[in-house]
């Protein structure tokens, strides 16, 4: 019962060049929350974004939301070597035939940037 | 600091030997969560809890039990392990999920491999 599916699975980028990925989400939230993972190691909470907001910044992160299409996009501008992990979406359960507190993470994208 | 703390954070048993992970924080946050990963498959909740006393079912709850009596501590049970309960667990907190939302800080992970 996954509720965000991001897009693409992977991506390689070169250093300093932009990363995008998407998350697509199936019901109505109330809020989207990016999350990043090193390999083996726990989640980082990046942004959030509330269902009223369509766009967030934070440093060289950029985070649309756009509720119509039910979709998000992350934007790493600049990108490091440091970047490469996983990034995942994550969306309250609600309205997703689960009582509040159900956060829902979709498989993620593994990002690489190659110095 | 602030931190979220699992135990173990490797562990190999066999089928049938009842095991418990525990997890700890000290943010005194209400809410707590479990969730396990296997690739492919991003990260799927086990389990969750609002409040001390106050458990309920993730995703994927089953071969799993949890109790939550104090607000800081958050065990994950499994009372008879099964090869395919070998994953990545991770545990979560957070101040109480609203309808604004919050982020979620996450231990390290506990690897467990079930022969």
């Known amino acids: 019962s996954q509720q965000g599916e991001e897009d693409p699975q992977a991506l390689s980028i070169q250093e300093g060049e932009n990363a995008t990925m998407n998350c697509s989400y199936k019901t109505s939230i109330n809020n989207l929350q990016w999350y990043r993972q090193n390999s083996g190691r726990g989640l980082v909470h990046l942004i959030l974004i509330r269902s009223n907001e369509r766009e967030k910044h934070s440093g060289r992160l950029r985070v649309t939301l756009d509720t119509s299409k039910k979709s998000s996009s992350l934007l790493i501008t600049a990108s490091r070597a440091a970047d490469t992990a996983s990034y995942f979406c994550?969306?309250?359960?609600?309205?997703?035939?689960?009582?509040?507190?159900?956060?829902?993470f979709g498989k993620g994208t593994e990002l690489s940037v190659k110095p | 600091e602030a931190q979220v703390t699992q135990n173990p954070r490797y562990l190999i048993t066999v089928t049938g030997k009842k095991l418990t992970v525990t997890c700890s924080q000290n943010?005194?946050?209400?809410?707590m969560s479990w969730y396990r990963q296997d690739p492919g498959l991003g990260l799927r909740q086990i389990y969750y809890s609002m409040n001390v006393e106050v458990t309920d079912k993730g995703d994927v709850p089953e071969g799993y039990k949890v109790s939550r009596k104090e607000k800081r501590n958050f065990p994950l049970i499994l009372e008879s392990p099964s090869p395919n309960q070998t994953s990545l667990y991770f545990c979560?907190?957070?101040?109480?999920?609203?309808?604004?939302?919050?982020?979620?800080?996450f231990g390290p992970g506990t690897r467990l491999t079930v022969t």
């Open positions: 994550a969306t309250d359960g609600m309205n997703y035939g689960g009582s509040q507190g159900n956060l829902i």
């Open positions: 979560a907190s957070s101040f109480t999920l609203g309808t604004g939302g919050v982020e979620q800080y």
């Open positions: 943010m005194n946050h209400e809410y």
